[in-house]
């Protein structure tokens, strides 16, 4: 079974500053996918992005971006110039790669983007 | 493109009433999902569908949940007797295939009182 951690309940940054969000997961599977979802006071779930573990190159989305780390098992989320907009939950999540495969989320994060 | 719809948006009803919960998915997306999210719980998943055809319902408190996808486009979550601590937001989720990322409704804020 996977398992995905998200140990800090909540952060908070300055507008226009950078913040990283860390996430943890276990598993034996070598192939599978990592993602961050966000979730705004408009309780909505929406995908920030989306990462390969056979791709070595860490994906980047406009100011969002992962650390991901295959041998640790780590896949960390940087948000760069945050913005009042960035405030929400963000959830990090794993799914093995393959047919009939479901995703697994951690607890979340609360991210307070500060004026 | 329209993303995937869920209804109602709020739902308040009493115990023991039946609650049903309908989701359109994105056209063309062959996998759907559905999640409860609650604040001690955080977000689980009760059961998927692909192509029509139920996957995994091992996340399914009880005998109390049903779902059904009788085509692509539709599907509902039923809670029948309902009770107080079926209170939660109901999410409903597509996929092109299981692969792929899931895309979210809105949810659904069901309250039993």
């Known amino acids: 079974a996977q398992t995905v951690t998200q140990s800090q309940p909540e952060m908070s940054v300055q507008e226009a500053e950078t913040v990283t969000l860390s996430c943890t997961y276990d598993?034996?599977?070598?192939?599978?996918?990592l993602f961050w979802y966000k979730q705004p006071p408009s309780r909505q779930m929406i995908l920030v992005i989306r990462?390969?573990?056979?791709?070595?190159q860490n994906a980047t989305e406009n100011r969002f971006s992962v650390n991901f780390q295959k041998a640790a098992k780590s896949f960390s989320l940087k948000i760069s110039d945050s913005q009042l907009g960035d405030t929400a939950m963000y959830f990090c999540?794993?799914?093995?790669?393959?047919?009939?495969?479901?995703?697994?989320f951690g607890k979340g994060i609360t991210l307070s983007v500060r004026p | 493109d329209a993303g995937v719809i869920q209804s109602p948006r709020h739902e308040v009803t009493e115990m023991g009433q039946e609650v049903t919960l309908r989701c359109k998915p994105i056209?063309?997306?062959?996998?759907l999902f559905w999640y409860r999210q609650t604040m001690m719980r955080g977000l689980e998943l009760l059961i998927y569908?692909?192509?029509?055809?139920?996957?995994?319902d091992s996340g399914m408190p009880e005998d109390r949940f049903s779902a059904k996808m009788p085509n692509a486009s539709f599907s509902t979550l039923k809670i029948q007797p309902s009770e107080p601590r079926d209170s939660a937001v109901y999410f409903c989720?597509?996929?092109?295939?299981?692969?792929?990322?899931?895309?979210f409704g809105p949810g659904t804020r069901l309250t039993v009182t």
């Open positions: 598993t034996s599977e070598n192939n599978y996918y």
């Open positions: 989720a597509s996929s092109l295939d299981t692969i792929y990322e899931q895309y």
């Open positions: 056209s063309g997306h062959n996998s």
């Open positions: 999540a794993f799914m093995r790669a393959g047919a009939n495969s479901k995703l697994t």
């Open positions: 569908f692909n192509n029509n055809v139920p996957i995994d």
């Open positions: 990462q390969e573990a056979y791709k070595q």
